[in-house]
């Protein structure tokens, strides 16, 4: 750790927000040294998002003051903060896909040439990203590519050398790793320790407690929009943090199977499946069982959930549900078999965003079965209260919701439909830990009612903790198969492909 | 589920009243009346209302026709020519026989459908972004009356067919003659209205609002958009119905309707770019446009103005609309501070 005695390069205090007198941060204290690791956690509707943005200059606050390197700032505006030195790196990123790597560090602030050569000075653009590169220890990224040309992982790295390229002082980092996997978090883990030996602060915001323990020096617990304390991560563990989050222990982390459940008949078989980017899958699912598709990022395991649900089909092999042949065609299909897709990405793929709670949960009743769509609505709000969703009313617009709420009306909309087998692909991601907790309670109960289960997640604790096997892809292929609650390391051994795990990154968790 | 309360109901009625949302359209329509009647006392009788009815009741259908296609992500220009072209084909086809109206009614319907299934094939099959696809049948259409007519439209409209726009469905005591007009609009509304709280009209909002999750969810965005144009077609045919029987045959018919259509529906809070709005407020859009230019008559403006005033409006609508759409949603959304807590509410 380093500059512990030196005074803190960011000092917050007493901050309060209110958003039309509703006080979403009250008397907040947040203190970051220079070269800090420091995590801001929460559950979602803590006010970390609110507090980030005070911070990146978006929203000012009522109350408090914020100090930068000692002197008092209040900005107005987010130039004005990235002026002062503090960058944000958003979950959406902001890059020009057609432009390079560093027209984009520089956009807007292009090096200009003299003379005949007025022009924008493109080699000292290309020779600075560069530079900054190398000391990132990247060099296998070329400041001349295509942004469009680039993994999301590398695009964060963009992101953050133009940030660097802004001299900031302090980055922010607002859930740097959830569209990453694998490989890729370590690279991102690189990063935040080459930016912290630079003496450049990272506050970190994130969902994943293994993150924050592998990269903090101090985490900030926010709880309801106060300060719930700030500890040194040595000094504290995950069911410690936890407590400090959600205020009261969880008692495991997954619940135990649902009492009744039995494994019953094979509802859904995959043989020989394969198209553009899968090959080989033979997958079979009983009723009450839960099988789970582990991989990195890359490995097919959303091709796998696209192609069952007709997205993107199978164009070889044979699909079962329930015994019986289907030729899953579209989604639409997919639905009128049995299927469900709780997809990756809620905002994109699972909701209308400007429509009600309610619209949204009727969602596939109304474009599949429209006329039993009126009969079978009358479940969801059963479904809605059993999973807890918090909304001010069903006719509230879904986007208003945090995404804890956003996914359970995504699932409701799903449970609408009484589907025979629910893939999931990425349930978590994204949401707060109690929200998590529904989802894997959900799980469990849709298993003992006989639902055929297809877990997939970047969280292997998760896959592993809740299917009955698990499958690792890799390339597109089923690398092996799996016993429920097998060593991480087995897993990331079989979607690597080397038997003995590597160290580090993944393997250490 | 939390109570507002007294504050929150207020500044919301406010808020509606000062703009945001459909509540402006009908402050403004309630504005523009008194306006009127103040200007001209006896326009609040009965008979000049009924008649003033029979005057919008081609717009509030095409605003109808045009905002099922503006709520499910697109647009329609082709509907002021596809009004034009049926008024001549009429015309000419009928060509003053009785009985020559319903089978011509019958084929016109059949023509404003198979034009709105062009529309929709081409925008949903071919790709080609409506705005586009939609001028380019404007075009043709313009281009196919004048050259089978060769320039003026010949024939004439049947007795029966002119009734629809121009006569009286029944004689009331105190009201005077109800218009069929006005009985035609407002069942015209009101299927739609039904139809909007269908399953079927919910899936239709939903592939406005996002096109990706509706497919994902089951829904065929291609056939649902394309019913859309068709729904635009066949309630073109209906305003021309109207048209026809109301004003007669010119050559300049339909002309400039697709934006009168397009204004009412923007004016009526129903977004460009689909998935919002409500079919209700898109009719009281319509009654406004025709309310103010009732008023400019009243204040004897040239009706030249008309052009003029409807582009103002589309860009004042849309651009209050996304002004309201990007403050509200912040850049980055995911977690934006407990949301249900923090009351970004509708304001």
Known sequence: ?509 | MTATGVPGTLRRTGAALAGGGSGTVYALLALVFAVVFAINPSFAQPPSLLAFAQQAAPLVVLAVGQYLVIVAGELDLSVGSLVGAQVVIAARLIDGQESATLPVLLLMVAFGAAVGLVNGLVTTVLKVPSIIATLGMMLVLYGAVRLWTGGAPTGALSEAFRTAGRGDAVELPLLGGVPWALLIAAAAGAAAVALMRAPQGRTLVAVGDNATAAAFSGARVWRVRTLAFVGSGVLATLAAILIGGFAGVTAQVGEGLEFSAITAVVLGGVVLGGGRGTVVAAIGGALAVEALFTLFNQLYLPSTIQPAVQGLIIIAAVAYASRERSRRSPRAPADAGGPEKSPREEV
């Not at chain 1, 039309?20 to 941060?25: F, K, T």
């Not at chain 1, 390079?100 to 007025?118: D, H, K, M, Q, S």
């Not at chain 1, 199978?314 to 009128?336: H, N, Q, Y």
């Not at chain 1, 690792?472 to 991480?488: F, K």
Request: net charge positive; proline share 4%; glycine share 12%.
């Open chain 1, 1 to 509: 750790m380093t500059g512990t005695a030196q005074a803190p390069l960011l000092r917050m205090r007493g901050v309060g927000k209110s958003f039309l007198g509703v006080p979403v941060l009250r008397d907040v204290d947040l203190q970051v040294r220079a070269g800090e690791v420091h995590a801001l956690v929460g559950e979602n509707g803590a006010g970390k998002s609110t507090l980030m943005k005070i911070l990146a200059g978006v929203h000012r606050a009522d109350a408090g003051t914020v100090e930068l390197g000692g002197a008092r700032v209040d900005f107005d505006h987010p130039v004005r903060a990235r002026e002062a030195g503090v960058a944000t790196v958003f979950q959406e990123f902001n890059l020009l896909p057609e432009r390079t790597v560093a027209e984009n560090v520089f956009l807007g602030r292009e090096p200009r040439g003299r003379g005949l050569r007025a022009g924008v000075d493109a080699r000292a653009m290309e020779e600075e990203t560069g530079r900054l590169l190398e000391e990132l220890g990247l060099t296998a990224l070329s400041p001349r590519t295509p942004v469009r040309a680039l993994s999301v992982a590398e695009q964060q790295i963009v992101e953050v050398v133009k940030a660097m390229a802004q001299s900031a002082r302090i980055i922010t980092m607002d859930e740097p790793t959830a569209a990453l996997a694998g490989a890729e978090v370590e690279l991102l883990y690189r990063l935040v320790r080459r930016l912290q030996e630079r003496g450049t602060a990272v506050l970190y915001v994130s969902h994943r407690l293994q993150e924050i323990f592998d990269l903090s020096d101090r985490i900030t617990v926010l709880k309801d929009g106060a300060l719930a304390g700030t500890v040194d991560t040595g000094a504290t563990g995950h069911a410690g943090l936890i407590r400090m989050m959600v205020g009261r222990p969880v008692s495991a982390v997954f619940p135990p199977k649902a009492e009744g459940t039995r494994t019953g008949g094979v509802r859904l078989e995959v043989s020989g499946g394969g198209n553009r980017w899968l090959d080989g899958i033979d997958l079979r699912v009983r009723a009450g069982e839960i099988v789970g598709l582990a991989g990195l990022q890359g490995s097919g395991r959303t091709e796998v959930a696209h192609a069952l649900f007709g997205i993107d089909r199978f164009t070889r092999g044979e699909l079962r549900i329930d015994g019986e042949r289907v030729a899953v065609r579209s989604p639409r299909r997919a639905v009128r078999s049995g299927l469900a897709l709780v997809s990756e990405d809620r905002k994109t793929q699972g909701l209308a965003l400007h429509r009600s709670v309610l619209d949204n949960g009727r969602l596939v009743l109304d474009a599949v079965m429209p006329l039993r769509s009126r009969e079978r609505a009358r479940r969801l709000p059963g479904l809605f209260s059993s999973l807890e969703l918090v909304a001010r009313s069903p006719a509230q617009e879904v986007r208003f919701l945090s995404g804890g709420n956003q996914q359970k009306v995504v699932l409701a909309k799903w449970l609408a439909a009484a589907p025979s087998v629910v893939v999931l692909d990425e349930p978590t991601r994204g949401i707060d830990v109690g929200a998590k907790h529904a989802v894997y309670t959900l799980v469990r109960r849709l298993a003992a009612e006989g639902a055929a289960i297809v877990l997939i997640s970047s969280e292997l604790p998760e896959v592993i903790g809740l299917a009955d096997r698990v499958l690792v892809l890799r390339d597109g292929r089923i690398a092996g198969e799996l016993p429920g609650g097998a060593a991480e390391e087995s897993v990331m051994g079989l979607a690597v492909g080397a038997a003995p795990a590597r160290a580090g990154g993944e393997a250490d968790r």
